[in-house]
């Protein structure tokens, strides 16, 4: 069995990365046969999805797999046929990271099918989540409309792979370790680390309950 993460965040270490260790210590945890895999998809140069629509051309030889050959391709190879998947990343202007944005079309794009139900070619049931992590707390967050936007890829990686998606989202993260070095006034760093102190232990320990579900049998 393996659970793979993949980090759509610049920062190795950040807060997304973090999240999705203990996902992955979680799922160890569980059961210490199980296969895990860190991906940070910053360290990669690759693109989105460039409407060549090769992975839909009848008899062609990348129907159903992206034709694009580039850094990312041996990981879009292997990564359908993982027992569990997670998919993390900050949250910058309202969205996912480019990268994981860019990952998400060229993975999730040529499984999907022009057919009656909108149908997959997903080789197998693979579970999946979605972890987020954003400055803003959980009010402001579902204020703004967070929770629908995501919903919509949350909903099609479901479809895809055939079951429902879960979701963690961690809030009022810190991002700097020293505030008093940026701009920026909007943000109390002592209530933040405060919040950080009490809070993220427990989003950590989420996370690692979110992996022991993964690979639950």
């Not at 034709?67 to 359908?80: C, F, G, H, N, R």
């Not at 999946?128 to 959980?138: D, E, G, Q, S």
């Not at 940026?182 to 992996?211: N, W």
């Amino acid at each position: 069995m393996k659970i793979v993460a993949v980090n759509g965040s610049p920062r190795k270490k950040g807060n997304t990365a973090t999240i999705l260790q203990h996902v992955l210590d979680g799922a160890k945890q569980a059961n210490d046969q199980v296969e895990t895999q860190l991906v940070h998809l910053y360290t990669y140069q690759y693109t989105g999805c460039k409407s060549c629509f090769a992975c839909k051309l009848k008899n062609g030889k990348s129907y159903g797999k992206c034709a694009l050959k580039d850094d990312i391709t041996p990981i879009l190879e292997e990564l359908p046929n993982a027992d569990a998947i997670v998919f993390g990343s900050p949250i910058y202007f309202s969205e996912l990271t480019g990268m994981m944005r860019c990952f998400l079309e060229r993975l999730l794009f040529p499984i999907f099918t022009y057919t009656e139900n909108w149908g997959s070619l997903a080789p197998k049931k693979v579970r999946t989540a979605f972890v987020y992590t954003m400055n803003l707390t959980k009010p402001v967050m579902e204020e703004w409309g967070y929770p629908e936007r995501f919903q919509k890829m949350e909903s099609v990686a479901g479809h895809l792979f055939g079951i429902p998606s879960e979701v963690l989202s961690v809030y009022n993260t810190v991002q700097f370790n020293d505030y008093s070095k940026y701009v920026c006034t909007v943000f109390s760093e002592e209530e933040k680390k405060q919040y950080r102190a009490t809070q993220f232990p427990i989003d950590c320990q989420k996370a690692e309950e979110l992996g022991a579900r993964l690979i639950a049998e």
